[in-house]
């Protein structure tokens, strides 16, 4: 069974450019999350979609970042514009929603680098 | 709200040898479960091992084992027979109706 991709795994672009990340989760999971990551820190909660309901988005930035799951299937993340504080790994997660017990999956991540 | 706090940034183990990583965590909640997962460097984070908050059994995975304490909110990670592959930076978390609340994590190293 395939795990959750993340791509790209790595991106270096300028402060002010757009990024797009993309996520497709594990077949069957119908919750999706993406998380930030600092280095040396824990992941924290950027939104969580419900199928294609993105049911807590409190954390999300929303005047530069948006993030869709179209199908409530594969999930894209994106910034715009960038800024050198969003240098991090946004890391995409997928779990059950009924019937699991919340174990959460996660893929590689996809690290940032903002100049 | 829930919280999570992991106060040991940083801990160390000789090979062979059992260590015990610490985390306490806050919540209103009754039902909910609580998670280890590591995350070596430079790859993904995985499940190390899980513990239902209804159960009062201590989870146990191999050389994994927890110590839960439900009334004091503590969840501590025992690693016995630590191996060089051990070395990861752990991360204690909370899940409560799909919500997930992660700690800062700790950094173990394991010294042959």
């Known amino acids: 069974e395939a795990g959750v991709v993340q791509s790209p795994r790595y991106k270096i672009i300028e402060k002010k450019q757009p990024v797009a990340f993309w996520c497709n989760p594990i077949?069957?999971?119908?919750?999706l999350y993406w998380y930030l990551q600092n280095l040396g820190q824990g992941p924290e909660l950027l939104i969580r979609?419900?199928?294609?309901?993105?049911?807590?988005d409190s954390q999300l930035p929303k005047d530069r970042f948006s993030a869709e799951r179209l199908k409530g299937v594969d999930s894209t993340l994106k910034i715009q514009p960038a800024e050198l504080g969003d240098s991090a790994v946004y890391l995409c997660?997928?779990?059950?929603?009924?019937?699991?017990?919340?174990?959460?999956?996660f893929g590689e991540g996809s690290r940032l680098t903002v100049l | 709200a829930q919280t999570v706090t992991q106060s040991q940034p940083e801990m160390s183990v000789q090979e062979a040898e059992t260590v015990t990583l610490s985390c306490t965590y806050d919540?209103?909640?009754?039902?909910?479960?609580l998670f280890w997962y590591k995350q070596p460097p430079s790859r993904q984070m995985i499940l190390v091992i899980r513990?239902?908050?209804?159960?009062?059994q201590n989870a146990t995975e191999n050389r994994f084992s927890v110590n839960f304490q439900k009334a004091a909110k503590s969840f501590s990670l025992k690693i016995s027979d630590s191996q060089l592959g051990d070395a990861a930076m752990y991360f204690c978390?909370?899940?409560?109706?799909?919500?997930?609340?992660f700690g800062d994590g700790t950094t173990l190293t394991v010294k042959p």
């Open positions: 997660a997928s779990s059950l929603l009924a019937g699991g017990t919340g174990e959460l999956f």
């Open positions: 077949s069957g999971h119908n919750t």
């Open positions: 979609y419900e199928n294609e309901e993105a049911v807590d």
């Open positions: 919540t209103s909640e009754s039902d909910y479960y």
């Open positions: 513990q239902e908050a209804y159960k009062q």
């Open positions: 978390s909370i899940t409560n109706a799909g919500k997930s609340t």
